[in-house]
């Protein structure tokens, strides 16, 4: 079986020790993806930017590996913040709610303060 590895090009990456997704057989392994905007290269300020954000990146990456957020089966959020519940939930429901993956959502700090969400998501594309 293949196994492809799928890189946004960034140093940290080759630092880290890690891919942005891994393809193997007919699974897609996104990694955990923040809400930076990379058009502006900037990382906006409320949890719902930076929720629409995760989504759309997780879905770039997704479109490179030949799948869709359609496929998504499994999906990871955190939050760093238990009233930001409330307001990304409802995203997430514009985003699967038509597919509805098994998910689970966890409260817990992340790398930098700006950062207050971050989405990893497992796809079948078989």
Known sequence: ???????????FEKVAGYSRAVVQ??????????????????????????????????????????????????????????SYADIVMPIFGQYFGLSRPAAMLIVAGLLKPEMKIEIEATAYKG
Do not use: W
Request: aromatic share 8%; hydrophobic share 40%; with cysteine.
């Open 1 to 11: 079986m293949t196994r492809r590895l799928i890189s946004t090009g960034s140093p």
């Open 25 to 82: 057989g007919p699974f897609i392994f996104v990694s955990g993806t923040t809400g930076y905007d990379y058009k502006t290269m900037t990382m906006p300020e409320d949890v719902a930017t930076q929720a629409h954000n995760c989504l759309q990146n997780v879905s770039a990456v997704l479109n490179e590996a030949g799948a869709a957020l359609e496929d998504v089966v499994r999906v990871t959020y955190v939050v760093t913040d238990r």
